[in-house]
């Protein structure tokens, strides 16, 4: 097979084919290539300014996608640059892109296939280690990242995970729109995610979020008042259900110790079902849940023992779920809706002008 061929075979633009060795024994060929006539732009890897004047001529081998049933290697003629900003450099390369023996097109054949199987396989596949298809992998996807259009982070999500007792927390920024982590910090202090807002956001871009959703730490929250004062704030379904569920039983045990007698038997034993999901309940347990807990109607107000009234928490569990009234339009937004409607969490205004959820009264008194 004549050069022009192979050439042609080979399809790297810019470069042409000069010599060629098959071996059939070891399914393998070697193809020399050096750059065509018209192809005289050489740049600077270290600045990327153009270059004219050449320092040295050398020859790099990297192994490229197999042809057929042969694994093909190619020797790229090379040139060592006289930069004058950078000293003695190598040529910028296009096909070749990190200083591993592998092509480009190569690197993202297994970075391809990483997406849809396990290293260990990929490695099988191609021949390769381990360890080596992994670093294949990063850098595929490192160009991958820094090629890509990122979308507008509208909606963001904050959360921690805990690594143990040496590394503590690991801050995690997601883009709840797409579903993708966009940085990571570690612990989760206040200062952990004022990093995120000044070194990785613009003002524009801090500018165009719209909602966070985190739990109720306390350092998120202050962080996000600071760079995103405009931002509302949601807090996860899960921490509210917490902060109802432990109202849930404040409130009963202090019916329970208000009641005397036999009236205490429609508090006693009561916890966890009044806990539990009504659609994990049997026949029996909800008709014992549905039995009033609070002798007064619901409407009604008790006092407390140093005479102020208290609202009276009314204990039916709703077949309905839980949804938030319309007219909660504040800095912070409670994300209650499709939750498992255990019961309604009961708000009340904070002085620092946000909400607060459930708070202390002191709901241990008796009579």
Do not use: F, Q
């Given at each position: 097979m004549s050069e022009s061929e192979w050439t042609k075979i080979l399809g790297w633009p810019g470069y042409r084919v000069y010599r060629s060795e098959i071996n059939e024994e070891a399914k393998t060929v070697r193809l020399w290539v050096r750059r065509k006539r018209g192809n005289r732009k050489l740049e600077c890897s270290g600045c990327g300014r153009r270059?004219?004047?050449?320092?040295?001529?050398y020859e790099r081998e990297v192994r490229d996608l197999p042809c057929f049933?042969?694994?093909?290697?190619?020797?790229?003629?090379?040139?060592?640059?006289?930069c004058p900003e950078c000293g003695i450099k190598a040529e910028k390369v296009a096909l070749l892109p990190s200083k591993a023996r592998f092509s480009k097109r190569f690197e993202e054949a297994v970075g391809q296939a990483c997406e849809s199987a396990a290293v260990r396989r990929v490695a099988r596949q191609f021949g390769l280690a381990a360890s080596t298809v992994r670093a294949i992998d990063l850098r595929y996807l490192e160009r991958w990242a820094q090629g890509r259009r990122r979308p507008a982070l509208r909606q963001m999500g904050v959360d921690e995970i805990y690594l143990g007792k040496k590394q503590k927390f690991l801050t995690v920024v997601t883009n709840l729109e797409t579903g993708e982590p966009l940085w990571f910090g570690r612990e989760r202090k206040k200062e952990t995610l004022d990093e995120f807002f000044e070194k990785h956001l613009s003002a524009f871009q801090r500018s165009a979020i719209r909602a966070a959703c985190v739990?109720?730490?306390?350092p998120f929250r202050q962080s996000l008042e600071q760079w995103v004062p405009e931002c509302r704030i949601i807090y996860d379904k899960f921490h509210i259900l917490q902060h109802a569920s432990q109202a849930v039983?404040?409130?009963r045990r202090a019916e329970f110790f208000r009641k005397g007698g036999a009236a205490r038997d429609l508090v006693r034993g009561k916890r966890w079902l009044l806990l539990t999901?009504?659609?994990?309940?049997?026949?029996?347990q909800a008709a014992s849940v549905e039995r009033p807990v609070c002798s007064e109607s619901a409407h009604s107000q008790s006092l407390s023992p140093q005479g102020e009234p208290l609202a009276v928490v009314e204990l039916h569990l709703r077949r309905s779920h839980v949804a938030l009234p319309a007219e909660l339009d504040r800095p912070i937004a409670l994300a209650a809706a499709e939750t498992d409607g255990e019961t309604s969490p009961h708000v009340a205004g904070s002085s620092g002008g946000h909400l607060e959820l459930l708070?202390?009264?002191g709901t241990d008194g008796s009579d």
């Open positions: 270059i004219h004047e050449i320092a040295e001529v049933e042969y694994r093909t290697t190619v020797v790229i003629e090379l040139y060592r640059l006289r739990d109720m730490w306390e039983d404040e409130v999901s009504w659609l994990n309940l049997d026949r029996g708070p202390n009264k």
